[in-house]
């Protein structure tokens, strides 16, 4: 072991503020790629005054859910004005900033090798979870805070271009989803249902213990539509597809979140899978692919498939049976022609940006896992 290393414990320790003055009622949660990102807990009538205060440079992890998802979720909060999270977080800030860099630390909880280690000690429960002294166990490189701010710049470098081709695929799809709402929902007349236009999780033919790409819902997005970080195995279940297809996440909080992928980076004729969890919707009667992968982004088609998710608290989800009952307008052949001009060539720059990223995420990659050869 590099004699740089210590515990990290060393470093942090646990803050406890409440919002007892009521400061803000703005809850946030913390998503499996590490980011802050609005709550979808319903908060109607419940006492925010616990709940714990965050404010710029703290941070906070989700200590419950390590084992379900081998991740913690965990994040720096950069924001200037402050926010909630659950009182069952951890909530934790750096002890000396002189010694210890936040951005530093924030890119060593990111890599792969932390949430394995993570993953190992979880306790028990359904959902596996982990204690602050565990967190507090684990060991940290720390070289001179002037080598950690220069290895915090290199990655804010690439982590910059990645928020740009980010921005650059939010305002293609925006402007595709404007025009697609316009076209085929400007208007609330219904005269069919989801399942007269689309097929819903149609057949694939993959045979179990067929090596094929494998896309576990770690992988699709919650904005954009390219799944990313596939890894290939034999096929033991899940849901299988194609190019063309249009996968959304039935299960809360996949679903509230907006998983969802349109599938445009396989090869010809090449079969894939992933979750059980999936729901899938292909072409049918010849309408463009496209228009599934904008139909379920649609803001009416996601309020429609939230009310129709039961089962018990944490584990709802919806079936696509139901979703295919979903009530719309008959989209015209003129409208679908003119839509599927503007919508292919969005996906197919967002593919391209999307792969960019990609790259760019190894790099983010090499720079995190060589952090402790330093």
Not at 190 to 212: F, H, Q, W, Y
Request: proline residues 4%; aromatic residues 10%.
């Amino acid at each position: 072991m590099k004699s740089n290393y210590d515990v990290l414990g060393n470093y942090i320790r646990l803050i406890d503020t409440r919002n007892k003055d009521k400061v803000t009622n703005k809850v946030m949660g913390i998503n499996i790629d590490k980011f802050f990102m609005p709550s979808v807990a319903n908060v109607i009538g419940t006492d925010l005054s616990k709940y714990k205060l965050i404010t710029k440079g703290k941070f906070a992890c989700n200590p419950m859910h390590v084992g379900r998802d081998e991740r913690l979720p965990v994040a720096l909060y950069e924001e200037v004005e402050p926010a909630l999270v659950s009182p069952a977080y951890f909530m934790f800030e750096i002890i000396d900033n002189t010694v210890l860099d936040e951005n530093y630390l924030m890119m060593w909880f990111r890599r792969a090798e932390f949430d394995r280690i993570c993953w190992l000690h979880t306790d028990g429960s359904v959902r596996g979870g982990i204690t602050w002294d565990d967190i507090c166990r684990m060991e940290i490189p720390v070289p001179e805070i002037d080598e950690q701010r220069k290895i915090v710049e290199e990655y804010k470098i690439v982590e910059d271009r990645i928020e740009l081709k980010r921005k650059i695929n939010d305002n293609l799809e925006a402007t595709a989803q404007a025009y697609f709402d316009n076209l085929f929902f400007s208007c609330e007349d219904t005269n069919c249902t989801l399942a007269d236009i689309a097929l819903v999780n149609p057949s694939r033919p993959l045979s179990k213990g067929v090596e094929a790409r494998c896309f576990d819902m770690a992988t699709l997005p919650t904005s954009g539509c390219i799944p990313i970080g596939d890894t290939v195995k034999p096929y033991n279940g899940g849901v299988r597809f194609i190019n063309g297809d249009t996968l959304i996440a039935r299960i809360t909080p996949c679903l509230e979140n907006g998983k969802a992928a349109y599938i445009n980076i396989l090869d010809k004729g090449e079969v894939a899978f992933g979750s059980t969890e999936y729901i899938v919707f292909a072409s049918k009667d010849n309408i463009p692919s496209c228009f599934y992968y904008f139909l379920i982004r649609n803001s009416r088609f996601v309020t429609f498939s939230l009310q129709f998710m039961n089962g018990s608290s944490g584990r709802q989800r919806v079936s696509g049976e139901e979703l295919a009952f979903f009530p719309l307008k008959k989209p015209s052949k003129e409208n679908l022609d003119t839509f599927n001009m503007v919508g292919k060539l969005v996906l197919k720059q967002m593919k391209e940006a999307a792969e960019e990223i990609r790259s760019l995420k190894q790099l983010q990659e090499l720079i995190t896992t060589t952090l402790s050869s330093r």
